[in-house]
């Protein structure tokens, strides 16, 4: 997916009712998340099987809904405790490509000064 780097995105741990559409999800983003729905920021969902990914966002004049359902196989929800998480745009990816949103034998980030 594409959305520009300012574009923050949350995942809401635990799992979701997914009968809920834009209106239960933007009030769920509002009450139990503690954001806001009209941010532009991703808010993504996943049910209880994890075959189900919703994803809620606002784009200039109305509310988006993309949504996912695998067939066979399910995603690699966190299972931490924690009510949301903030995770990158690369994360995300991973998580829709059915991959563990932290990697364990990606390359350690490098953090060189120039010194003249």
């Known amino acids: ?9 949350f995942l809401a741990t635990g799992y979701t009712d997914m009968r ?9 983003v509002a009450r ?17 099987r994890r075959n189900m990914v919703k994803i809620l966002y606002w784009d200039r004049n109305g509310f988006c809904l ?18 949301i998480c903030e995770i990158d745009h690369r994360q995300l990816d991973w998580l829709l490509e059915g991959l563990e949103i932290h990697q364990r034998n990606a390359h350690h980030r490098l953090s060189y000064a120039t010194i003249f």
Do not use: A, T, Y
Not at 1 to 9: S, T
Not at 20 to 28: A, D, E, M, R
Not at 32 to 48: I, M, T
Not at 66 to 83: G, M, N, S
């Open 32 to 48: 139990n998340l503690e954001k806001d729905p009209l941010s532009g920021h991703l808010f993504v969902f996943c049910n209880k």
């Open 66 to 83: 993309w949504h996912k359902r695998l067939e066979k196989q399910f995603f690699r929800w966190p299972k931490d405790e924690k009510e």
């Open 1 to 9: 997916m594409f959305f520009p780097f300012h574009v923050r995105v």
């Open 20 to 28: 809920k559409s834009i209106n239960g999800l933007s009030v769920q």
